[in-house]
């Protein structure tokens, strides 16, 4: 019998890869269901299709693959804004499209919300102890505060605004919204989840930021 022949190394990174792309998407959706506390292996094993003990020799424990999942999901939304070429607009229509972009990207990613409420209940211990979060963020800080001092200079835009403190502000004014949404509801007995009101709440969100960071 002839001896087996070697995968090429390439092929088996790619492989790994793959597999490794394939237990974080399966983590995410049972991260983002039952939260770090409910969520088991054996089912992200199952939703992935493979074997369970590829999962801790990629990721060592369900403690650091919630690390890893939470960073994938931080790369993700990163990529997407990279994607909207911010420091090519005017400052004005900068900030607006940030604004839009935010708030539909969490439209069509509940998981990520629920995945950093998941994140807060445990104090993100697990953000804290990422480097790699913090590589991912701190560029689109320092993009807004480019856009931010070119609108100063160019007198579009009012001096003095904190570019962490602005997004912040954005990403806050989608999130509670839509986090809170049943609460908030039934409380107000009005439904804050049509087309119309997602409308609505967008036109609110340009309008407070815009309000804020125009110059008089």
Known sequence: MKPATPVPADERLRDAERSQATILVAARDEFAEYGLGGARVDRIAERAGLNKRLI????????RLFQAVLEQAYRDIREEEKQLHL????????VRRLVE?????????????????S????????????????????PLIATLGEILERGRREGSLRGGVD???????IA????????????LSAIFGRDLMTPKAHQQRLSHMCDVILGYVLAD
């Open 119 to 138: 994140a807060n209940l445990h104090r993100a211990r697990h953000l804290a102890d990422s480097q790699r979060a913090r590589e991912l963020n701190s």
């Open 87 to 94: 420091l090519d607009l005017a400052p004005a229509d900068a």
């Open 56 to 63: 801790y020799y990629y990721f060592v424990d369900k403690e």
């Open 101 to 117: 972009f935010t708030w539909d990207y969490y439209l069509a990613h509940p998981e990520f919300l629920t995945l950093l409420n």
């Open 163 to 169: 570019p962490l403190q602005l997004y912040v502000s």
């Open 172 to 183: 806050g004014m989608a999130y509670f919204y839509l986090s809170n949404n049943y609460t």
